[in-house]
């Protein structure tokens, strides 16, 4: 079982940035591949990052390619996803994410934690 706590998020104006955290306790997660998803009221789930669990491939969103960055430190069992030149359209519930395997796809993800609040004020 993995646990897993975001944290990092809140207001902030268009153009500004935050970092979301993910911290993972419970069963290693070193052989996992880490994923940042987000959510508005009324829509699904969408993918926004993910990283191999070695850090080597990381694959993003095409709304987010070039503004956000997606790390992990093994060492510390978190994930990070810096958010650079944040637009009003990325006001959601961010969540990290859990798999086996590096994927883009909600339902290949096992472990979820429980979300954290982004929003950017034009």
């Known amino acids: 079982q993995v646990q897993l706590v975001a944290s990092g998020g809140g207001l902030v104006q268009a153009g500004g940035s935050l970092r979301l955290s993910c911290a993972a306790a419970?069963?290693?997660?070193?052989?996992?591949?880490m994923g940042w998803f987000r959510q508005t009221p009324g829509k699904e789930r969408e993918f926004v990052a993910a990283?191999?669990?070695?850090?080597?491939?990381?694959y993003y969103a095409d709304s987010v390619k070039g503004r956000f960055t997606i790390s992990r430190d093994n060492a510390k069992n978190t994930v990070y996803l810096q958010m650079n030149s944040l637009k009003p359209e990325d006001t959601a519930v961010y969540y990290c994410?859990?798999?086996?395997?590096?994927?883009?796809?909600?339902?290949?993800?096992?472990?979820w934690g429980q979300g954290t609040q982004v929003t950017v004020s034009s």
């Open positions: 419970g069963r290693t997660f070193t052989n996992k591949a």
């Open positions: 990283i191999s669990w070695a850090g080597g491939i990381t």
């Open positions: 994410a859990a798999s086996s395997f590096l994927s883009r796809t909600v339902v290949d993800y096992n472990y």
